[in-house]
């Protein structure tokens, strides 16, 4: 879009140049055809000359402006070129960091769902640990009561007999 734009003033400004060289061209021509009317009439008129001297060194100018125009505009182009080349460069370059972040961004979530779930799993045995533990210290405690139990009834026994 910004390439037809430089390109469209361009070639206005060419055009300009243009019409305007081709408007001296035809006054230094009309101006000539003047000339030498005058010089048949009344001879070498030196003010004339001057004037067409100064024409053609003013027509001389703007061949060089539009020269050097030309240069400008080409290198502008090439200019523009390069950026919009730059420009496509940078969009795929970037599409592509972004595919790698969202890719590792899926390859994250995963990752945090998994740890989720083992952190879950540790909870979970935890808990089971802590009624497995509860289970087996109340069972310590009925064989401890038990065995205690047991030796009294023994020595009741012992006793007895004795």
């Known amino acids: 879009k910004e390439n037809n734009q430089l390109k469209e003033n361009f070639s206005q400004e060419e055009e300009k140049l243009l019409n305007e060289i081709k408007e001296l061209n035809e006054l230094n021509q009309h101006q ?3 000339l030498l009317s ?3 009439q009344t001879g070498f008129n030196q003010n004339n000359l001057q004037d067409i001297q100064s024409f053609q060194l003013r027509i ?3 061949e060089n402006s539009i020269s050097q125009y030309e240069e400008f505009r080409l290198k502008l182009e090439n200019n523009l070129q390069k950026i919009t080349q730059q420009r496509d460069k940078n969009k795929t370059d970037l599409k592509l ?3 790698m972040l969202k890719t590792k961004e899926d390859e994250f979530n995963q990752l945090k769902s998994n740890l989720d779930e083992c952190e879950k799993n540790l909870q979970d045995n935890k808990q089971q640990f802590i009624q497995y533990n509860t289970t087996i210290n109340d069972l310590q405690k009925q064989i401890e009561l038990q065995t205690q139990e047991l030796n009294q009834t023994r020595l009741t026994v012992n006793q007895v007999k004795f």
Do not use: F, P, T
């Open 32 to 34: 000539q055809e003047e």
């Open 38 to 40: 005058i010089q048949k």
């Open 60 to 62: 001389n100018n703007y």
């Open 97 to 99: 960091a972004q595919d």
